[in-house]
Protein backbone atom coordinates (compact mmCIF):
# COMPACT_ATOMS: atom_id res chain seq x y z
CA UNK A 1 0.00 0.00 0.00
CA UNK A 2 1.52 3.59 -1.01
CA UNK A 3 1.87 6.42 1.72
CA UNK A 4 -1.45 8.03 0.17
CA UNK A 5 -3.23 5.04 -0.15
CA UNK A 6 -2.55 4.81 4.18
CA UNK A 7 -2.59 8.66 4.74
CA UNK A 8 -6.81 8.54 2.88
CA UNK A 9 -7.59 5.02 4.82
CA UNK A 10 -6.22 6.94 8.42
CA UNK A 11 -7.50 9.99 7.83
CA UNK A 12 -11.13 7.99 7.14
CA UNK A 13 -10.48 6.33 10.69
CA UNK A 14 -9.72 9.79 12.05
CA UNK A 15 -13.14 11.67 10.75
CA UNK A 16 -14.95 8.38 11.55
CA UNK A 17 -13.71 8.84 15.18
CA UNK A 18 -14.54 12.04 15.57
CA UNK A 19 -17.89 11.55 14.68
CA UNK A 20 -18.90 8.39 16.86
CA UNK A 21 -17.41 10.49 19.62
CA UNK A 22 -19.36 13.61 18.88
CA UNK A 23 -22.53 11.47 19.47
CA UNK A 24 -21.34 11.01 22.73
CA UNK A 25 -19.24 14.25 23.97
CA UNK A 26 -20.94 17.17 23.15
CA UNK A 27 -17.01 19.08 23.36
CA UNK A 28 -16.05 17.69 20.09
CA UNK A 29 -15.16 19.74 17.52
CA UNK A 30 -16.81 18.74 14.04
CA UNK A 31 -15.19 21.28 11.76
CA UNK A 32 -11.71 18.94 12.93
CA UNK A 33 -13.31 16.59 10.15
CA UNK A 34 -13.22 19.31 7.13
CA UNK A 35 -9.74 20.41 8.65
CA UNK A 36 -7.94 17.06 8.13
CA UNK A 37 -9.85 16.36 4.59
CA UNK A 38 -8.24 20.32 3.64
CA UNK A 39 -5.00 18.87 4.92
CA UNK A 40 -4.66 16.29 2.58
CA UNK A 41 -6.93 17.53 -0.62
CA UNK A 42 -5.71 17.97 -3.97
CA UNK A 43 -3.84 20.72 -3.72
CA UNK A 44 -2.13 20.00 -0.47
CA UNK A 45 -0.64 17.08 -1.62
CA UNK A 46 0.57 18.21 -4.67
CA UNK A 47 2.20 21.32 -3.09
CA UNK A 48 4.03 19.23 -0.28
CA UNK A 49 5.03 16.83 -2.94
CA UNK A 50 6.46 19.67 -5.17
CA UNK A 51 8.37 20.77 -2.23
CA UNK A 52 9.88 17.70 -1.13
CA UNK A 53 10.71 16.33 -4.58
CA UNK A 54 12.87 20.14 -5.07
CA UNK A 55 14.45 19.51 -1.44
CA UNK A 56 15.62 16.02 -2.12
CA UNK A 57 18.58 16.66 -3.21
CA UNK A 58 19.68 18.94 -0.97
CA UNK A 59 19.00 16.62 2.57
CA UNK A 60 21.98 14.57 3.92
CA UNK A 61 19.90 11.46 4.59
CA UNK A 62 22.03 10.58 7.64
CA UNK A 63 22.79 13.97 8.46
CA UNK A 64 21.68 16.35 11.16
CA UNK A 65 17.75 16.71 12.44
CA UNK A 66 14.91 18.71 10.04
CA UNK A 67 12.27 20.69 11.62
CA UNK A 68 8.69 21.68 9.72
CA UNK A 69 7.06 25.12 11.59
CA UNK A 70 3.82 24.92 10.94
CA UNK A 71 3.62 21.29 10.08
CA UNK A 72 -0.28 20.84 10.66
CA UNK A 73 -1.07 17.41 10.89
CA UNK A 74 2.66 16.28 9.68
CA UNK A 75 2.42 15.63 5.61
CA UNK A 76 5.48 17.40 4.94
CA UNK A 77 7.49 14.88 7.90
CA UNK A 78 5.70 11.95 6.72
CA UNK A 79 7.03 12.80 2.62
CA UNK A 80 10.84 13.68 4.18
CA UNK A 81 10.67 10.49 6.31
CA UNK A 82 10.66 8.14 3.40
CA UNK A 83 14.11 9.66 2.24
CA UNK A 84 16.61 9.95 5.33
CA UNK A 85 17.39 7.34 8.00
CA UNK A 86 15.79 6.22 10.58
CA UNK A 87 17.81 8.00 13.14
CA UNK A 88 16.96 11.70 11.33
CA UNK A 89 14.66 12.88 13.79
CA UNK A 90 11.83 15.14 11.94
CA UNK A 91 10.33 17.95 14.15
CA UNK A 92 6.99 18.98 12.98
CA UNK A 93 6.22 22.12 15.08
CA UNK A 94 2.71 23.54 15.41
CA UNK A 95 0.70 25.78 17.49
CA UNK A 96 -2.88 23.88 17.41
CA UNK A 97 -2.66 21.33 19.86
CA UNK A 98 -5.25 18.74 17.65
CA UNK A 99 -2.93 18.20 15.25
CA UNK A 100 -0.79 15.68 17.51
CA UNK A 101 -3.74 14.47 18.24
CA UNK A 102 -5.27 13.99 14.84
CA UNK A 103 -1.77 13.70 13.14
CA UNK A 104 0.26 11.17 14.74
CA UNK A 105 -2.78 8.26 13.73
CA UNK A 106 -2.75 9.96 10.05
CA UNK A 107 1.23 9.09 10.12
CA UNK A 108 0.81 5.63 12.07
CA UNK A 109 3.20 6.03 14.45
CA UNK A 110 6.52 6.78 11.89
CA UNK A 111 8.83 7.00 15.17
CA UNK A 112 11.40 9.68 13.70
CA UNK A 113 8.49 12.21 13.75
CA UNK A 114 7.82 14.21 16.82
CA UNK A 115 4.87 16.49 16.85
CA UNK A 116 5.66 19.51 18.75
CA UNK A 117 2.88 21.34 20.25
CA UNK A 118 4.68 25.04 20.46
CA UNK A 119 4.43 28.08 18.73
CA UNK A 120 6.41 27.62 15.35
CA UNK A 121 9.15 30.58 15.83
CA UNK A 122 9.47 30.09 19.37
CA UNK A 123 10.31 26.50 19.18
CA UNK A 124 13.35 27.15 16.11
CA UNK A 125 14.67 30.25 18.64
CA UNK A 126 15.12 27.96 20.93
CA UNK A 127 17.58 25.99 19.18
CA UNK A 128 18.76 27.61 16.29
CA UNK A 129 21.79 25.59 15.29
CA UNK A 130 19.84 21.90 15.52
CA UNK A 131 18.71 21.33 11.90
CA UNK A 132 20.11 20.42 8.47
CA UNK A 133 16.78 21.75 6.76
CA UNK A 134 13.96 24.10 8.10
CA UNK A 135 11.03 24.44 6.52
CA UNK A 136 8.19 26.58 6.61
CA UNK A 137 5.29 26.37 3.53
CA UNK A 138 3.28 29.57 5.41
CA UNK A 139 5.33 32.46 5.38
CA UNK A 140 2.25 34.50 4.25
CA UNK A 141 1.01 34.55 7.80
CA UNK A 142 4.52 35.54 9.52
CA UNK A 143 5.73 38.46 10.19
CA UNK A 144 8.95 39.83 7.91
CA UNK A 145 10.65 40.82 10.82
CA UNK A 146 10.65 36.94 12.37
CA UNK A 147 11.79 35.35 9.16
CA UNK A 148 14.38 37.60 9.24
CA UNK A 149 15.31 36.62 12.42
CA UNK A 150 15.05 33.00 12.02
CA UNK A 151 17.64 33.19 8.64
CA UNK A 152 20.06 35.30 10.98
CA UNK A 153 19.49 32.95 14.06
CA UNK A 154 20.42 29.71 12.10
CA UNK A 155 23.00 27.65 11.42
CA UNK A 156 25.47 28.97 8.46
CA UNK A 157 24.96 25.15 6.93
CA UNK A 158 21.01 25.12 7.56
CA UNK A 159 19.49 25.24 4.22
CA UNK A 160 16.29 26.39 4.80
CA UNK A 161 13.26 25.73 2.29
CA UNK A 162 10.58 28.98 2.16
CA UNK A 163 6.96 29.19 0.54
CA UNK A 164 4.35 32.31 -0.01
CA UNK A 165 2.02 33.52 -1.92
CA UNK A 166 0.54 36.32 -3.68
CA UNK A 167 -3.23 35.25 -2.17
CA UNK A 168 -3.65 38.55 -0.71
CA UNK A 169 -7.31 38.50 -0.52
CA UNK A 170 -6.85 36.37 2.70
CA UNK A 171 -6.89 38.70 5.87
CA UNK A 172 -4.63 36.56 7.65
CA UNK A 173 -2.14 36.65 4.97
CA UNK A 174 0.01 39.23 6.24
CA UNK A 175 3.36 38.48 4.32
CA UNK A 176 2.58 38.59 0.57
CA UNK A 177 4.22 38.67 -2.43
CA UNK A 178 3.68 39.80 -5.57
CA UNK A 179 6.43 37.94 -7.40
CA UNK A 180 8.72 34.92 -7.24
CA UNK A 181 11.70 37.43 -7.16
CA UNK A 182 10.15 39.79 -4.80
CA UNK A 183 9.49 37.22 -2.51
CA UNK A 184 13.53 35.90 -3.09
CA UNK A 185 14.55 39.59 -2.36
CA UNK A 186 12.83 39.24 0.56
CA UNK A 187 14.66 36.70 2.41
CA UNK A 188 18.00 38.18 1.61
CA UNK A 189 19.45 34.48 1.48
CA UNK A 190 23.67 34.11 0.76
CA UNK A 191 23.11 31.30 -1.28
CA UNK A 192 19.86 31.15 -3.52
CA UNK A 193 20.03 26.90 -4.28
CA UNK A 194 16.59 27.07 -6.00
CA UNK A 195 13.49 28.94 -6.71
CA UNK A 196 10.31 28.53 -8.52
CA UNK A 197 6.31 28.92 -8.93
CA UNK A 198 3.84 27.16 -8.95
CA UNK A 199 -0.11 27.85 -10.41
CA UNK A 200 -2.79 26.68 -7.39
CA UNK A 201 -5.33 23.85 -8.50
CA UNK A 202 -7.83 26.22 -7.87
CA UNK A 203 -6.06 29.02 -10.21
CA UNK A 204 -6.69 31.66 -7.93
CA UNK A 205 -3.08 32.32 -6.62
CA UNK A 206 0.91 31.29 -7.49
CA UNK A 207 2.60 29.79 -4.63
CA UNK A 208 6.22 30.60 -4.19
CA UNK A 209 9.51 28.64 -3.17
CA UNK A 210 12.50 29.32 -2.55
CA UNK A 211 15.14 27.33 -1.76
CA UNK A 212 18.96 28.51 0.29
CA UNK A 213 21.28 29.03 2.78
Same mark, same amino acid.
Given at each position: ?????????????? %????? %?????????????????????????????????????????????????????????????????????????? #?????????????????????????????????????????????????????? #????????????????????????????????? #????????????????????????? #????????
Amino acid at each position: MSYKETLYKNALSA %IEKIY %IDSKYKSDVDLYRSFDIINSINEGQVASKEWLVERLIPFIDPNGKDICVLGGWYGLIALMISEHVSKDVRIDTV #DCDPETEKYGRPLLTDKHNINFRVEDAADWFFDRPKRYQILINTSCEHIEQEDL #DLMIGAKDKDTIICFQSNNYHSVQSHINTHNSL #DEFVDSLQLKEVMHKEKMRAPNGEY #DRYMVIGK
